[in-house]
C-alpha cells in the first residue's frame, strides 16, 4: 500500500530522469529512486509545508523511497525555530545515504545563528557516518567561509581524515570554495602540503575550474599540485 504522498511523488516520475538520477547517485539502490526532478520536489514541498500531511510524513523514518528523502530535507529546511532545525537535521542525517540528499539539507533557522552550530558541526566531523561528516564540512563552507571566517575552520576540516569519496570530495570542494573566498588565508594549506594529497590535488582541481579564481591564482595553484 502507498501512502497518499508516495502516490503524489509517482505522479511526478520522469523515467527519463530516473535513469540519469541513478548514475548520479551510484551509493542507492536505484530500485528506490523513483525520478523527479529538483523543481518539482520543491515545488511539492512548499504546498505541503506546514500542513498535518507533512507533519505526519515527517513523523515517520525510515523512508522507502529516495526522493521521500529529498522531500524530507526540503520541508525541514523551512523551519525558523534554530531548536526545531537542529532536532531535524540529527533525526534525519543517520539515514542518508548519497551526497545529494546531505547537500539539499538547508535549514533557515541555521542562516541566522551559525554560531549555534558549531558545538554541532564539531560532533558531525567526528561521526562514524560518511554523510554525516559530510554535512558537518557543509556546514562549515556554507556559514564559515565569510565575514565570520578564522583558520580554525578550515584546520577542522583539514583534519579530517577519511577513505569515504564523498567525505573527501566534500573537503575538496571546502578548500576549493576558500581559495574563492578567503584566498590568502586558505594558500598555505596546499603550499604547506597540510591536505592529504588527493584532497590537495582535488582541491586544486575544482579550483582551476571556478570562475571565482582569478586567471594568475589559477596559474600559481597548477604548479603546487603533487605527485
Given at each position: 500500500?502507498?501512502?497518499?504522498?508516495?502516490?503524489?511523488?509517482?505522479?511526478?516520475?520522469?523515467?527519463?530522469?530516473?535513469?540519469?538520477?541513478?548514475?548520479?547517485?551510484?551509493?542507492?539502490?536505484?530500485?528506490?529512486?523513483?525520478?523527479?526532478?529538483?523543481?518539482?520536489?520543491?515545488?511539492?514541498?512548499?504546498?505541503?509545508?506546514?500542513?498535518?500531511?507533512?507533519?505526519?510524513?515527517?513523523?515517520?523514518?525510515?523512508?522507502?523511497?529516495?526522493?521521500?528523502?529529498?522531500?524530507?530535507?526540503?520541508?525541514?529546511?523551512?523551519?525558523?525555530?534554530?531548536?526545531?532545525?537542529?532536532?531535524?537535521?540529527?533525526?534525519?542525517?543517520?539515514?542518508?545515504?548519497?551526497?545529494?540528499?546531505?547537500?539539499?539539507?538547508?535549514?533557515?533557522?541555521?542562516?541566522?545563528?551559525?554560531?549555534?552550530?558549531?558545538?554541532?558541526?564539531?560532533?558531525?566531523?567526528?561521526?562514524?557516518?560518511?554523510?554525516?561528516?559530510?554535512?558537518?564540512?557543509?556546514?562549515?563552507?556554507?556559514?564559515?567561509?565569510?565575514?565570520?571566517?578564522?583558520?580554525?575552520?578550515?584546520?577542522?576540516?583539514?583534519?579530517?581524515?577519511?577513505?569515504?569519496?564523498y567525505v573527501r570530495m566534500m573537503q575538496a570542494w571546502y578548500f576549493a570554495t576558500a581559495l574563492a573566498k578567503?584566498?590568502?588565508?586558505?594558500?598555505?594549506?596546499?603550499?604547506?602540503?597540510?591536505?592529504?594529497?588527493?584532497?590537495?590535488?582535488?582541491?586544486?582541481?575544482?579550483?582551476?575550474?571556478?570562475?571565482?579564481?582569478?586567471?594568475?591564482?589559477?596559474?600559481?595553484l597548477r604548479t603546487l599540485k603533487v605527485k
Amino acid at each position: 500500500m502507498m501512502t497518499a504522498i508516495q502516490k503524489r511523488l509517482f505522479r511526478l516520475q520522469d523515467k527519463d530522469y530516473q535513469a540519469f538520477s541513478a548514475k548520479l547517485n551510484p551509493t542507492v539502490d536505484p530500485e528506490t529512486i523513483i525520478g523527479i526532478r529538483i523543481p518539482a520536489l520543491r515545488a511539492l514541498a512548499k504546498e505541503l509545508k506546514g500542513s498535518d500531511e507533512a507533519a505526519e510524513f515527517l513523523s515517520v523514518l525510515p523512508h522507502k523511497y529516495f526522493e521521500e528523502y529529498q522531500l524530507h530535507a526540503f520541508l525541514i529546511g523551512y523551519e525558523k525555530d534554530f531548536d526545531k532545525g537542529l532536532s531535524a537535521t540529527e533525526r534525519l542525517l543517520p539515514y542518508l545515504n548519497s551526497w545529494a540528499l546531505t547537500d539539499s539539507i538547508r535549514i533557515k533557522a541555521f542562516d541566522k545563528a551559525p554560531e549555534k552550530l558549531l558545538p554541532h558541526i564539531e560532533k558531525w566531523l567526528e561521526d562514524d557516518h560518511p554523510y554525516t561528516v559530510r554535512f558537518g564540512i557543509l556546514c562549515l563552507m556554507n556559514y564559515f567561509l565569510n565575514d565570520c571566517f578564522a583558520t580554525r575552520y578550515p584546520d577542522m576540516v583539514a583534519a579530517v581524515h577519511s577513505e569515504e569519496y564523498y567525505v573527501r570530495m566534500m573537503q575538496a570542494w571546502y578548500f576549493a570554495t576558500a581559495l574563492a573566498k578567503q584566498y590568502d588565508s586558505v594558500l598555505p594549506y596546499l603550499t604547506g602540503r597540510r591536505l592529504e594529497p588527493w584532497v590537495h590535488n582535488k582541491t586544486i582541481q575544482k579550483a582551476v575550474e571556478s570562475y571565482r579564481v582569478t586567471a594568475e591564482q589559477k596559474a600559481y595553484l597548477r604548479t603546487l599540485k603533487v605527485k
